[in-house]
């Protein structure tokens, strides 16, 4: 029998929080949130979160071409999203899209979305194409933290559709083992609860 030092609380907590569907977000941010870019001072992230993308972004100049487009929700912000959305785009997409209040990861604050830097930029689904500087942003993430939460071919497992433009950190080394195995945050938690590696 495998001996498991993480115990089940964890995945409501710290970095690797999981917040889907099946989990409600329990906790409050774990560190202040600031702006991350000063051209867009709303859109917010826990400080080291912040801190982590700022590196990534400095090492491939990717401020230049992508812009930050929503990063920390409330409740209320996810709330008036997920109304709009229904308003605007129907039930099928909204559920799609955009997580029902109180199961958005983008309520921990510890998740992001990108969009390349273009005009009308999409809010709910900026553009954020395999190529240029939006994939060396995606090959270089995992050595910075950040996982592209919502791959293709896991939507049945992530309960979300395929969104290339958010990124959820995660830290070092989750990220890292994560992109090398092929892992979802899901598929994650249950390995380490199958393992005694941390
Ligand atoms: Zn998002």
Redesign the pocket.
Known sequence: MSVTKTSKDDIYSGDLILVNAMHGIVSEVTSPLVPVHPSAPSILMCSHAADALNRLMREIDGWTSIVP??GWRSREEQQKIWDDSLEENGIAFTRKYV?VPGH???QTGL???LGLRQEPLDFICPAFPDSGICRIFREKAAGHGFIL?YPAGKEKITGIAH?P??FRYVGIPHAEIMAREGLVLEEYIDFIRQTDLF
């Open positions: 487009v929503s997580a958005s990861e983008h998740a992001i979305d939460r969104e433009w958010h």
